[in-house]
Nanobody, 124 residues
Framework: QVRLQESGPGLVNASQTLSLTCTVS??????????WTWIRQRPGKGLEWMGV???????FYSSSLKSRTSISRDTSKNQFTLQLSSVTPEDTAVYYCAADLWDTYTDYREYDYWGQGTQVTVSS
């Protein structure tokens, strides 16, 4: 049973880089063919897919966030990370890591595995 847990600072200053870590247990980001994904929900808005890293380390990002987003991994710690640069208060959101089998048809809203989410507030 895959379990995910987000961690990182809950408050980030505007113009700085938001950095979050997702720790995976019950599965391997290296050997499990899953979409290891970052998703966020800004106040009053729906879930927003941010990007994904595969078990092979390939990354894909939302077109709207690509210029500011970097997802990486530390296989020795079974973790993958999110970095979102040049943040503004509009980046205030609950940030989730999530995962499911890697495919092209499973909507991220229906992923099987989710972290509990972590609130990140960007202060100006």
């Amino acid at each position: 049973q895959v379990r995910l847990q987000e961690s990182g600072p809950g408050l980030v200053n505007a113009s700085q880089t938001l950095s979050l870590t997702c720790t995976v247990s019950g599965g391997s980001i290296l050997t499990d063919y899953y979409a290891w994904t970052w998703i966020r929900q800004r106040p009053g808005k729906g879930l927003e897919w941010m990007g994904v890293i595969s078990s092979s380390g390939s990354t894909f990002y939302s077109s709207s966030l690509k210029s500011r987003t970097s997802i990486s991994r530390d296989t020795s710690k079974n973790q993958f990370t999110l970095q979102l640069s040049s943040v503004t208060p509009e980046d205030t959101a609950v940030y989730y890591c999530a995962a499911d089998l890697w495919d092209t048809y499973t909507d991220y809203r229906e992923y099987d595995y989710w972290g509990q989410g972590t609130q990140v507030t960007v202060s100006s």
